[in-house]
């Protein structure tokens, strides 16, 4: 049961545009909505996270859009670089929870 | 390097073969994760320590996956007579319990890539 559904499963974008990651979840009680991004051989790091009660949280060129009544966020990376290409997982916890639940994750492609 | 570090990266076994992995959490950290990932896919939950017990543990360890936490330190997690299905990359990590539980930061190692041939 894929708790969390992540799209797309790639995705090429130019140096300069913008990245846009989406997730979908179905359990109401999730109320904590990290995205973490990945390097090959590396371990996942966090990025960004949000909770339920904002709609919106910008860090630098990453925002996460959150819309509780269709239980969607997404991902945005402003202006993509080349360093941004990783593996992007999104993510989700229940408040009184121990373990996030992870989307399959995104492959992002940067091309300079 | 003050992160969280693994032990080893690589391991490579035989069917039926016993293995053995260790991790190192951040030193303050009170709280410590095991999860499995394979290509392709997002990490999933094994078990989770807060300081040297072990809290919880997803279906997916099964009877043959142990871990410790011994004196609520380094962890480790072995898997006995292992199978072909158990080939993943095994991540651990550490956090410090935060104020507001939802809010907690996980700080992952590098991972162990199993191999079981």
């Known amino acids: 049961q894929q708790q969390v559904k992540q799209s797309p499963q790639s995705l090429i974008v130019q140096k300069g545009g913008i990245s846009i990651i989406n997730c979908a979840y179905e359990?109401?009680?999730?109320?904590?909505f990290p995205w973490y991004q990945q390097f090959p051989g590396k371990g996942p790091a966090l990025l960004i996270a949000i909770r339920p009660d904002v709609s919106e949280k910008k860090e630098g060129r990453f925002t996460i859009s959150f819309n509780k009544s269709a239980k969607q966020f997404s991902l945005h990376i402003m202006d993509s670089q080349p360093g941004d290409s990783a593996t992007y997982f999104c993510?989700?916890?229940?408040?009184?929870?121990?373990?996030?639940?992870f989307g399959a994750g995104t492959i992002l492609r940067v091309k300079s | 390097d003050t992160g969280v570090s693994q032990d080893p990266r690589h391991k490579i076994t035989k069917r039926g073969q016993n293995v053995t992995f260790r991790c190192d959490p951040i030193?303050?950290?009170?709280?410590l994760y095991w999860y499995r990932q394979t290509l392709g896919q997002g990490p999933e939950f094994l078990t989770y320590f807060q300081n040297e017990a072990q809290l919880e543990k997803s279906r997916l360890l099964s009877d043959r996956f142990s871990a410790e936490r011994p004196k609520g330190s380094f962890s480790t997690l072995e898997i006995q007579r292992t199978e072909q299905g158990d080939s993943a990359m095994y991540l651990c990590a550490s956090s410090l319990a935060p104020v507001w539980q939802g809010a907690e930061k996980l700080f992952f190692g590098s991972g162990t890539q199993l191999s079981v041939l």
């Open positions: 993510a989700a916890k229940r408040q009184y929870g121990n373990k996030l639940v």
């Open positions: 030193s303050e950290h009170n709280r």
């Open positions: 359990n109401t009680a999730f109320d904590y």
